[in-house]
Nanobody
Framework: QLQASGGGTVQAGGSLRLSCVVS????????IGWYRQAPGKERELVAN???????NYADSVSGRFTISKDNAKKMVYLQMNDLEPEDTAVYYC???????????WGQGTLVTVSS
């Protein structure tokens, strides 16, 4: 189970930090991260991270967003700086075990960036 939080409304140029806590599953040998879905658009990968691997970012957020995780707390974070109206979307945390193709999803948290 994944539980995301931290969304809200912010003006362009502002910052938000999303959090996602994982329960009921292992936190090792997994890739964990964030997707987002804007109105009328497909869900897209924002960033992900895994033990022993460099973080991966979408080009549109590289340099503005930072993903991190706390293995002891089984949490993943997305620090979003210099937000743009185009970042407005529902953000979903996800987890995928390295041995599986299926993803587990959190419930989504809405981020709204006003111009």
């Amino acid at each position: 189970q994944l539980q995301a939080s931290g969304g809200g409304t912010v003006q362009a140029g502002g910052s938000l930090r999303l959090s996602c806590v994982v329960s009921g599953t292992t936190f090792s040998m997994v890739t964990i991260g964030w997707y987002r879905q804007a109105p009328g658009k497909e869900r897209e990968l924002v960033a992900n991270i895994a033990n022993g691997r460099n973080p991966n970012y979408a080009d549109s957020v590289s340099g503005r967003f930072t993903i991190s995780k706390d293995n002891a707390k089984k949490m993943v974070y997305l620090q979003m700086n210099d937000l743009e109206p185009e970042d407005t979307a529902v953000y979903y945390c996800y987890l995928r075990a390295w041995s599986a193709a299926d993803k587990y999803w959190g419930q989504g948290t809405l981020v709204t960036v006003s111009s």
